[in-house]
């Protein structure tokens, strides 16, 4: 089973698939896509390939920061969020981290490393974060991962419970990674943030990514957004060019076009309200309100011959040419749970019939 969404090419020769006739609702990446302006800058960078890239990326930082409202010393790049999310514990020598679940696999894979380990926090019955819970979890950690909103549930933190966290881990000198790379989808995502308290505070690392909200998954880049003491610590331990040439030009230009950030904004926000209000209108179906550009849902209906249930859903939606995310590789779900990301009407709707097809 696919450890990640987005592996189509598994997806191709597992199921005997065309790449053309397939739909891609397992990985969480703009639908919009790549817009020509970006494509022609990529190709134009294409000529300079043969020399490095810049290595402080001083111009891209300088267009990021601004995106986000921060200065330039207080973002590091790298290679994809993942990256980064690899490189904080080892930087900071962090050993005992708290992880809320489910959760991105890939925090308690980085809070291993290196003689680590990691605690895990379980969940109110709706997915909710058990904000006490978590408090009285703290002790004797040096980390806590948290990600809002959540990935797989696409459930938000409140901002006021997230500063209470906060304080509570200043308190008691634990490392708050800040996992914020679907903020963009979100209905509030100026508002949600916590950026503003992450330049301020030695405690708060935020995590952004262009992967999604800008689609640059297969370019690669990402963020960290901390103190500049932080910042520089991280540096540190960072390889040289850890970014490439190619996605620091799509980066530049994307950031450019205030048109692609408007359309995509509105898009999803329309496209998340339908697509819940339809998978809601399935009985075999438990759906869960989303914040971000993806929905978490559970098959609810009995097993049976051929059913959905044990995993089912996903081989018989592929086989239609409709990729979902089974979810059961994530801690506290099993095989009933499945993701579907939100993409254009016209391919929310094909994933509305496909699934009336497989569960009626």
Known sequence: MDEHGGNIEQALKQYSLVESAVIDFSANINPLGIPYAVKRAVTKAMDSAHNYPECEYLELRKDL????????????????????I????????????????????EYEKAACLSSGEAAFLKPK????????????????KDSLYLANP???????????DLLMVLKETKNRGVILIL?????????????ATLIGEAVQSQGLIILRSMTKFFALAGLRLGGAIAHPKVIARLKKYQPPWPVNSLAVSAARE???????????YKLIQEEKVFLYSQLSGFRALQVWRPSANFILCQTNSPPRAGGVRGGGIRDRLAL??????????????????????????????????RLKEVLE
């Open 179 to 191: 996992d914020e790379v679907f903020m963009e989808f979100s209905d509030s995502p100026r508002e």
């Open 320 to 353: 239609k040419g409709i990729l979902v995310r089974d979810c059961s590789n994530f801690r506290g779900l099993d095989k009933s749970f499945f993701r579907v990301a939100v993409r254009a009407r016209k391919e929310n709707l094909k994933l509305l019939s």
């Open 254 to 264: 994307f950031l450019k076009d205030k048109k692609y950030i408007r359309d995509s």
């Open 125 to 140: 019955a709706d997915f909710s974060l058990d904000v006490d819970s978590l408090i009285k979890g703290l002790r004797g």
């Open 86 to 105: 690899y490189l904080i514990p080892r930087a900071l020598g962090l050993k005992k981290a708290l992880i809320p679940v489910p959760a991105f696999s």
């Open 150 to 160: 959540n990935n797989p549930t696409s459930l938000s933190v409140d901002k006021k």
């Open 65 to 84: 920061a601004a995106f986000y409202g921060v200065k330039p010393q207080n973002l590091l790049l790298d290679n994809g969020s993942v990256s980064l």
